[in-house]
């Protein structure tokens, strides 16, 4: 066969592989590790960024974001919340 021709037969006959080298044994105890967030953000930024997406006046976007600092550092534990 020619350098620019498969063969097709051989190929599926030897199987195939996504990026492995043929041929190698898969090692079971191999650890894989999946990429992890460096930052996570923290429930008054997850807060803000909701409130980012929201379409309120900026008034009321302002009364939120006291509401939510408010919250954030415990002003509203005298009412119960």
Not at 19 to 27: A, F, K, N
Request: glycine share 12%.
């Amino acid at each position: 066969m020619g350098e620019d021709q498969v063969d097709w037969e051989e190929y599926l006959e030897e199987g195939f592989g996504l990026g492995e080298s043929s041929g190698g044994e898969v090692d079971p105890n191999k650890e894989y590790f999946e990429p992890t967030p460096v930052h996570q953000a923290t429930l008054e930024e997850h807060l803000e960024q909701q409130l980012a997406e929201k379409k309120f006046s900026e008034q009321q976007q302002l009364m939120v974001r006291f509401l939510i600092g408010c919250w954030m550092r415990g002003l509203f534990e005298d009412f119960g919340a």
